[in-house]
């Protein structure tokens, strides 16, 4: 496999990872002794708020920990830890294999703690979806959270709230493969479990959940 040579780091060349705004290696770090994901960026703006918000996250198992930011002609690199496994899909109208309703709220909730300590940021992730969630195995512990160039400012409780909404929309594509339009026709068979993921989807009226911890409280009951 052809590599390169970017400071301390050798990349392969071939991506693990292609987004809209960059492209994923697998690289090594020479120095710290250990394989690293580092994130190819060409605008540089949209690379450096992506990295500052990265940096400021505190430590969380569902969350890649940031390991350096550098330029290097004319393109920007993040530095992250490398994460074993493959996301969910593409977008929320995309096909996926179907998983139990237990599995399904496991991996619901970890979504969930990892978006608690981002939030410690004063930012939301503003883009949970198949493609910005990876597993290894489909083991709940696994989960990490990824692609933070979306990431906008918490200036009120109710921006916070596009992420719950966007994580009980995941829930419901674990369980059924997909989003269906309209959400209603979504097949869960625990009738209190679907009462609970539709009220985190109603993100305009006060009723609804008013944190991420309040939520993840309603759905412990069914892991």
Excluded: W
């Amino acid at each position: 496999m052809q590599q390169k040579e970017l400071n301390q780091y050798m990349v392969n060349l071939e991506p693990i990872g292609k987004g809209v705004y960059g492209i994923v290696y697998l690289a090594y770090d020479q120095l710290e002794k250990r394989r690293v994901a580092i994130k190819e960026l060409e605008n540089l703006e949209r690379a450096t708020h992506e990295a500052y918000v990265m940096k400021q996250c505190g430590i969380s198992k569902f969350l890649p920990t940031f390991y350096d930011f550098f330029e290097n002609n004319g393109k920007a690199y993040i530095v992250m830890e490398y994460v074993k496994g493959e996301t969910f899909g593409e977008n929320f109208d995309s096909h996926s294999k179907k998983r139990d309703e237990k599995l399904s709220v496991q991996i619901t909730i970890n979504i969930l703690k990892g978006l608690e300590v981002f939030h410690k940021t004063g930012f939301y992730h503003d883009d949970i979806k198949p493609k910005n969630v990876m597993i290894h195995n489909d083991d709940p512990e696994t989960v990490k959270i990824i692609d933070f160039n979306s990431s906008k400012k918490i200036e009120n409780v109710g921006l916070m709230k596009k992420d719950l909404s966007d994580t009980a929309q995941m829930c419901i594509f674990l369980i059924n493969g997909t989003v269906p339009e309209p959400v209603d026709k979504a097949e869960i068979h625990n009738r209190k479990l679907k009462s609970i993921l539709f009220k985190a989807l109603n993100t305009d009226a006060g009723d609804n959940y008013n944190s991420l911890k309040e939520f993840i409280a309603e759905l412990k009951e069914f892991r």
